[in-house]
């Protein structure tokens, strides 16, 4: 046992099993089987976004988008308050005998704007809806866990879900197909 | 059909035979990853780019554009310290190399948003290679091209309130009606979007490196990549938002990459100058900035792809692919070219025709013809596939698009302005070493800055990659 992980030792820790699964059609079997036996707290851990996957959890679709639109319909207001505020309340300035504020040349900006809050919406809001930045994911000390990033799919049931019994999801996974079934201490932070 | 994709025992997921109807339209198209790597051969090689001692080589070679960025930085400081009159820009060509150089490199970076964001939502899956190293360029090819407008200003220091609406003493705001002004927010939301872009899709990559760092005990390294990847779980439920997130991002991206360089094309088009008072402008600006983009990616991939060993995942399809992009929009390019002479012809306006005459005959001509022939005749050789798929013929053209590109912003900007209206004014630009030496130096910056991405960063997108290697995703209800 190295020093990093006498540390984490030290931490408040739960139990939870996770399992691996090396074929995608199997884990995406698995994850529906899990979804539909009621297992609510489990999730797949894959290298990459594997299709099909949402759905076979029965992942409801994320508010994100509503809340890019939200910052984009922000970042539009924003643009549109600032150039009329500037040259038509606070300094107005007559150039050329136009209009103090208008429309056309201020859609530039706005647009831009709109963009910039949009993408800012867009990759906060993410972060904070999946609780990130953090340290790491709690199963991160099982060595087995990590293939997660690397070459394999692994599914992990958290012990509070009300389903679960350590023999009998060990079972479970067993009977989908599961490579490897480890019962894994958590090291929450 | 039975399929046998596998090469490699420890490519595991051939165990089930079922799915042929997938597999063999997978086969029937050119694959995007030669020799069938695992998934772990894909983590290795390209962690082992960033984990493995940098060579000598590359040592040699950060040196040597360390030394460029250095002098031209240099110059900038004299620039600054002397003030901008050190520059070659005269009455009546006010407007030179400084302009000149920032339209490049903002044009140059439009390829890398191209491919991270329209050929994302076109599904071209092929840009999963190159779309890592492309964003990076754009990000150090706009980092160049800012250097340009902030050191023009002679007062960088006070040029904050120019620049931007911020109250200051005067109580007087930044001109909203400006094109230049436009730029700013532009040129600003470019940067700041094609950043967010690129470190979202990094997140998964550096969890990867972390991981790695965590299985080999190196704390430092786990520290650094624990931090930087924000704590990348790889969760399904956190890849469902991630995705998301990822769309929108690539679905505003592409109307912004379009504004950009409309924009930065407002710049002249706004004006009254002939020669630059042309509707076709954005359009026009923009296939050229993808023209040149696309060429500069070519000429850095190329390299990268040998130096770093990456040929299993930059194919000649790849090559062959962007060679095609690269045609299309050259000859666009080149239609706009032909299209401002008919215009110029049309209007009857005598200032007009006169500018396009001085253009192709006038003492430019010698720059006028450089870009004709290094971006519009050069490039006919990529109609023969053969040529497209020739790495050596591909880099050199790539160098030709780049001085043409280059040579196409001097051209609209310097001859449009070395005959004003009236004979007694008339002028010729030359540069000074001042200027040739900042232009240098930001070559050197960039190419500086892509040396250390390619070392330190991953330079292909591992986790994008893997999941367009035959068969990583599942069969089920696909067919």
Redesign the interface.
């Known amino acids: 046992m190295?020093?990093?992980e006498m540390e984490y030792r030290k931490m408040k820790s739960s139990e939870g099993i996770i399992g691996i699964f090396?074929?995608?059609?199997a884990v995406?079997?698995a994850?529906g089987e899990l979804h539909r036996a009621g297992y609510g707290k489990f999730?797949?851990?894959?290298?990459?976004?594997?299709?099909?996957?949402?759905e076979a959890?029965g992942?409801k679709r994320?508010v994100?988008?509503w809340i890019?639109l939200a910052a984009?319909l922000v970042g539009a207001a924003m643009a549109l308050t600032?150039?009329w505020w500037?040259?038509a309340v606070?300094?107005p300035l007559v150039i050329g005998g136009k209009p103090l504020f208008a429309l056309e040349?201020?859609i530039?900006?706005t647009?831009?704007?709109t963009?910039?809050l949009?993408?800012?919406g867009?990759?906060v809001?993410?972060?904070a809806?999946?609780g990130?930045?953090?340290?790491?994911?709690k199963?991160?000390h099982d060595?087995h866990f990590?293939r997660?990033?690397?070459?394999a799919f692994v599914v992990?049931i958290d012990a509070d879900d009300p389903l679960y019994d350590a023999e009998r999801t060990t079972e479970f996974l067993r009977s989908l197909g599961a490579e490897q079934i480890r019962t894994v201490m958590c090291h929450e932070e | 059909m039975k399929r046998t994709v596998d090469a490699s025992p420890q490519h595991h997921w051939s165990t089930e035979g079922g799915g042929s109807l997938a597999a063999r339209s997978d086969d029937l198209r050119e694959a995007l990853v030669v020799g069938q790597p695992s998934l772990n051969d894909v983590t290795e090689t390209v962690s082992a780019i960033v984990e493995r001692k940098p060579t000598k080589a590359w040592y040699v070679t950060i040196s040597i554009t360390g030394v460029v960025a250095a002098w031209g930085i240099f110059a900038i400081l004299y620039t600054t310290l002397t003030g901008i009159g050190v520059w070659g820009n005269n009455q009546p060509v006010g407007w030179a190399w400084d302009i000149t150089n920032f339209v490049f490199w903002i044009g140059i970076g439009h390829a890398g948003t191209l491919i991270s964001a329209i050929l994302f939502l076109f599904r071209q899956r092929w840009r999963t290679a190159i779309n890592r190293s492309a964003e990076a360029m754009t990000l150090f090819a706009v980092i160049c091209a800012l250097i340009f407008p902030i050191i023009h200003t002679g007062r960088p220091w006070v040029a904050v309130y120019w620049l931007l609406p911020l109250p200051n003493q005067m109580q007087m705001w930044v001109n909203f009606r400006s094109p230049l002004l436009w730029d700013v927010f532009a040129v600003g939301t470019y940067f700041a979007v094609s950043l967010i872009f690129w470190y979202i899709g990094l997140m998964p990559d550096l969890a990867t490196l972390r991981n790695r760092a965590y299985k080999a005990g190196n704390k430092l390294a786990n520290t650094i990549f624990t931090l930087v990847s924000l704590g990348w779980t790889g969760a399904n439920r956190h890849w469902h938002r991630y995705e998301k997130a990822y769309l929108i991002l690539a679905g505003i991206s592409t109307p912004l990459v379009l504004s950009v360089h409309t924009i930065v094309s407002f710049d002249f088009a706004v004006s009254v100058i002939p020669g630059w008072h042309t509707t076709i402008f954005p359009p026009y600006f923009v296939a050229g900035a993808i023209f040149s983009g696309f060429a500069m990616v070519l000429t850095l991939m190329i390299l990268a792809r040998s130096l770093l060993r990456l040929e299993q995942y930059i194919t000649l399809k790849h090559v062959d692919n962007m060679n095609k992009i690269l045609m299309a929009t050259g000859l666009m390019v080149g239609y706009a070219y032909g299209v401002e002479y008919f215009i110029a012809w049309y209007s009857g306006n005598p200032y007009e025709r006169f500018v396009f005459i001085n253009r192709a005959l006038g003492p430019y001509s010698w720059a006028y013809w450089t870009m004709v022939i290094c971006n519009v005749i050069i490039p006919q050789v990529f109609w023969s596939k053969r040529m497209r798929r020739n790495l050596a013929v591909t880099w050199v053209i790539s160098i030709f698009v780049n001085i043409g590109m280059w040579f196409e912003r001097f051209v609209i900007i310097a001859t449009s302005l070395h005959r004003d209206f009236l004979p007694s004014s008339w002028g010729y630009f030359t540069p000074t070493w001042v200027d040739v030496s900042i232009f240098a130096g930001t070559v050197g910056i960039f190419l500086t800055l892509f040396l250390l991405f390619a070392k330190f960063i991953p330079v292909l997108a591992i986790s994008e990659v893997k999941a367009i290697l035959p068969g990583a995703q599942p069969k089920h209800g696909h067919n």
Do not use: C, K
Request: aromatic share 8%; no cysteine.
């Open positions: 190295d020093t990093i090396l074929h995608p059609d995406l079997n994850a999730d797949v851990h894959t290298p990459y976004p594997l299709h099909g996957l949402d959890m992942i994320t994100l988008p890019a984009g600032l150039q500037t040259a606070d300094y040349p201020s530039p900006i647009f831009e704007l963009i910039l949009t993408a800012l867009a990759a809001g993410m972060l809806l999946n990130l930045p953090r340290w790491h994911s199963w991160q060595p990590l997660s990033t690397d070459d992990t």
